[in-house]
């Protein structure tokens, strides 16, 4: 059975979700209905996906209460900025056609821009007055978090940032751990670059699981939240299936020594797009 971990600010979120960057506008509300039927009840959006109006629209189509579902939506770099940021909270609400998100992010710092402060303020804002319930960050390195927690008192509750059997950010994760703040991992299963390493092969093999399966499992065990993206039915079955079994501590042990430190995306120290 999924679990819930708890927020610094009372609120819980769902360990495992549905990732939407990339999936097509026209099939996204599909997509996210499936996803709800099958189980997910977090969905992980963003303004620069494009899928917003299918993401609130495929929540709609599932039927459930507002309650039993987790949306998150991110704030653009092209956004940044105080009152920016809260026109672009604005028109996010409306694409989804909801009036409150459960979460809103700072997508990326942006460091050169140096506008990440000000957004943060937005959201502390944003909060207050009901449009988000919960307000976080993604792909904040140390500087990024000590900055916005030091200007303004507020602590983040989750950061999302790339971890995968690859990358597995132990330090940021023990200074996440230290603030109270939630890990959320991205590109979760790292492209595929570990499927067939020995130590996931021997864990599937061993607990009659799939690659994808025993990276999932690893990410739940190293206890953080995990936003894997399949638009196919059996994909998104498969991906949820991980609550049944469990790694051993030498499995576990196994799968930290496939850390390289090397990402598949872009280093948020230097990302500056918009
Ligand atoms: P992912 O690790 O979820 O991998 C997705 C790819 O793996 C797709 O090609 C999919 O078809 C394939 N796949 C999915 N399940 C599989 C399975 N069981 N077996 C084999 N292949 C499988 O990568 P992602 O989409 O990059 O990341 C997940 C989510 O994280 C995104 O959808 C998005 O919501 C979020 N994200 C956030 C940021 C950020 O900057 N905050 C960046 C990237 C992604």
């Not at 495992?16 to 960057?21: N, Q």
């Not at 821009?113 to 804002?125: F, G, M, N, P, S």
């Not at 940021?172 to 299963?189: E, F, K």
Request: with cysteine; net charge negative.
């Amino acid at each position: 059975m999924a679990t819930r971990l708890r927020l610094n600010d009372g609120n819980t979120i769902p360990q495992i979700g549905l990732g939407l960057w990339q999936v097509p506008a026209d099939i996204t509300a599909q997509t996210v209905a499936t996803g709800l039927r099958l189980g997910y009840r977090l969905i992980d959006g963003a303004a620069i996906y494009g899928n917003e109006v299918g993401q609130g629209e495929g929540f709609r189509q599932s039927g459930l209460p507002r309650d039993q579902v987790f949306i998150t939506t991110k704030i653009w770099n092209a956004d940044q900025g105080h009152d920016n940021t809260l026109r672009a909270m604005e028109a996010s609400l409306a694409r989804l056609g909801l009036d409150q998100v459960d979460l809103c992010l700072i997508h990326w710092p942006c460091p050169a821009r140096d506008l990440y402060v000000d957004t943060w303020r937005a959201l502390i804002r944003l909060r207050e007055e009901g449009h988000c319930r919960s307000i976080g960050v993604s792909n904040f390195n140390a500087a990024h978090l000590e900055r916005v927690i030091g200007e303004t008192g507020v602590v983040p509750v989750l950061n999302q940032i790339e971890v995968n059997p690859r990358l597995q950010q132990s330090e940021l994760r023990a200074l996440h751990d230290q603030l109270g703040i939630v890990t959320q991992s991205w590109t979760p299963l790292g492209q595929g670059k570990s499927f067939d390493a020995p130590a996931v092969v021997a864990a599937a093999q061993r607990a009659g699981k799939t690659p994808a399966q025993v990276i999932l499992r690893w990410h739940v065990q190293i206890g953080v939240s995990v936003i894997p993206r399949s638009t196919r039915e059996a994909g998104q079955i498969e991906n949820l299936d991980i609550f049944d079994f469990e790694l051993t501590p030498e499995e576990m042990a196994a799968l930290a020594t496939l850390d390289e430190g090397v990402r598949c995306g872009p280093d948020p120290a230097t990302f500056e797009m918009v």
